[in-house]
């Protein structure tokens, strides 16, 4: 008899996550994905937060937490 090798799922991809940004020039906060296929300015003042990178995005602002 011949055993039959047992093939596995690989583990599930890690999602990529959103983030909570605080703007550098006016301070709101705004939820940011991780990883954006344009630019991603602030909604209050314009200012850029996030810019592609054709994978995660390069912040120009501060990661305050990830988003729940």
Known sequence: MV???SVKAPPP????PFYVVKCPD???EQVVFS?????????ICGSLLVS?????GK????ILREAA
């Open 59 to 62: 912040f120009r602002s501060e």
């Open 35 to 43: 990883r954006p296929s344009a630019k991603v300015s602030c909604v």
């Open 3 to 5: 055993e039959e090798e």
């Open 26 to 28: 006016c301070s709101s």
């Open 13 to 16: 991809a890690k999602q990529a």
């Open 52 to 56: 592609p990178t054709g994978g995660k």
